[in-house]
Nanobody, 128 residues
Framework: QLQLVESGGGSVQAGESLRLSCAAS????????IGWFRQAPGKEREWVSC?????????NYADSVEGRFTISRDNEKNTVYLQMNDLRPEDTAVYYC????????????????????WGQGTQVTVSS
């Protein structure tokens, strides 16, 4: 069964950058679209970004991170990345990656219900 482990979180100042990693336990991750979600204290889980399976030809971003965050995948390393630039205090949250067994290389979804594998999360804290 595919397992996901996030890393790369930390505490930074506003305007700084972090790169999150989502490492998968098996090469079969190539067949999965990967999504990033986040949850701040007292708030509901929020979709951040996603990338389609295989070559990752399709990426999507929430409006709140468009232009600041970049998602990518390295199938040789079984890893998906979320590069986060120009971080803001409102980006503070626990970030989770999730996997969706996809039958299309050209789509990824923002709905959490599409994903059936989840990591344990990594904390990102941005101070002003």
């Amino acid at each position: 069964q595919l397992q996901l482990v996030e890393s790369g979180g930390g505490s930074v100042q506003a305007g700084e950058s972090l790169r999150l990693s989502c490492a998968a336990s098996a090469r079969t991750v190539v067949y999965y679209a990967i999504g990033w979600f986040r949850q701040a204290p007292g708030k509901e889980r929020e979709w951040v970004s996603c990338i389609s399976s295989s070559s990752g030809s399709k990426t999507n971003y929430a409006d709140s991170v468009e232009g600041r965050f970049t998602i990518s995948r390295d199938n040789e390393k079984n890893t998906v990345y979320l590069q986060m630039n120009d971080l803001r205090p409102e980006d503070t949250a626990v970030y989770y990656c999730a996997a969706d067994r996809s039958f299309s290389d050209y789509v990824c979804y923002s709905g959490a219900d599409a994903y059936d594998r989840w990591g344990q999360g990594t904390q990102v804290t941005v101070s002003s």
